[in-house]
């Protein structure tokens, strides 16, 4: 077996770098649209030039997912056309697709976002955003006769009606259909917000100012009495679905299929994957902060409060901004026991069993860290429900990890570094022979220090040797050997 072969893949280090050059991406790109007046009903034009003329934008960015890129430039040409502004189209994102991108948009210096597609409907942080979902195609009758041979044997039963937002332009005809038609009379629909931060939408207090996905249930009534129903293809917003409603019956209507199904993921399963990556969080000592996100409202906020955690608990805390994650970015910072990733809900969940150290969402790293939280079953994706930072706790706690009782070890800067400002708590001091002689709380000067392998080092003080003469010929057989000819 060749042992370079064995080496290469996504997480070669050693790599020259022409898998990543010759990688062929799996994105399916197709019009829409056949017409422009079919254009325009997807694309809901009419609704975008009116709010881009009503609030007097001049510099727009549009934000295209990169399989609804085939038809970006021709809405760019009708909206320029017809509003006389400057458009621009924002094409591959820093972070995922379903974030609005509030940093590519800066560099153009635009005063809103048109965001198309799927979103996770994060609310953004500081410009306005008008979110255009698109109306992909579903057979709506098929769609009720699923849901009508799902629930037909007790009609009376609390269900709540979700979807992707690709399908929001129906929904009213949906539930109109269930209740007028096929008579339902306990359904809740879900509500999806396609516009932030502009004024008139501030002034509304009947919808939820942190979420973008809203409903409302009776009184004395309870989401865990509801069978959630949920409209859309197997995705990540699914997922975020079911993981945060872990305690409801979820069924799925897949519109590109014509299929209905009882989810039949493992729940509890997952949840304990997660539970078990809580326990790996409580055991890191340094912990590293991972910036998925710089559009998120409160996203600066979480940071603190995720760094003000960390402390208390004795750890040490390092921040990263790195755009979108890969195995091998993350192995460059082999002393971080663990991340954490702040980011929308739908791309925090990441499965990390093919990277060197776990992650965990804000969430997870509560629980871990804050004595007064406790797992509940409950899960949080959205990092903006989290609530008010708890005590600490310097007991040692039982590893379910490890099956050991485990002491972190708390990142404090006593004894030589008391004289020190805070400014220099990282610092590293070395002697005279350049070796690391004192750690100030820095935890990957400690990690270095630790290694075995230093790496090529330069020797003082070495005895001069005379050159000897070495072996000539070659391999098969040395001229010094016996028997050579």
Known sequence: MNSMASLRGTNDF?????????????????????SVDQLEYIYEIDRTVKVLLDYGFEKVALQFPDELLADSSTVATILKERTKKKIFVLADTSYGSCCVDEVAAKHVDAECIIH?????????????????????????????????????????????IMYDVVYSYCINDFVHRLRNESNFKNIIQSFVKSEFNFSDNLKDNSVPKNSGRHYILPENTSIENYTIFYIGYESLTLTNIIMTYNKCKV???NPEIRIGRLEAIQVNRALMKRYYMIQKAKDADVIGIVVGTLGIASYLTIISHIKKLIIRAGKKPYTFVMGKLN??????????????????????????K???????????????????????????????????????????????????????????????SENLTDNMKDLT?????????????SAAGEYYNSRTFRGLEQTKGTEVQLAEEGRSGIAKGYRDEVGHL
């Open 14 to 34: 050693v790599d020259d770098g022409s898998a990543v050059i010759e990688r062929v991406l799996k994105v399916k790109s197709e019009k829409l649209a056949t």
């Open 251 to 253: 069924y799925s209507y």
């Open 116 to 160: 198309y597609g799927r979103t996770c409907l994060s609310p953004p942080s500081r410009l306005p955003v008008l979110y255009v979902f698109g109306k992909q195609p579903i057979d709506l009758a098929h769609c009720v006769e699923s849901f009508v041979q799902f629930f037909k044997q007790d009609k009376n039963q609390p269900l709540l």
């Open 327 to 352: 195995v091998a970015k993350m192995a460059n910072f082999m002393e971080i026991d663990c991340f954490v990733l702040v980011a929308c809900p739908e791309n925090s969940l990441i499965d990390s």
């Open 429 to 441: 001091l070395r002697n005279q022979n350049t070796s690391l002689s004192t750690l100030l709380n």
């Open 354 to 416: 093919e990277f060197y150290r776990p992650i965990v969402t804000p969430f997870e790293l509560e629980i871990a860290l804050n004595p007064s939280r406790q797992w509940t079953g409950e899960y949080i994706t959205d990092f903006q429900l989290l609530l008010s930072l708890g005590e600490d706790d310097d007991e040692p706690h039982f590893s379910l990890v490890t099956g050991k009782y485990k002491q972190g070890r708390k990142y404090g800067i006593k004894d030589v």
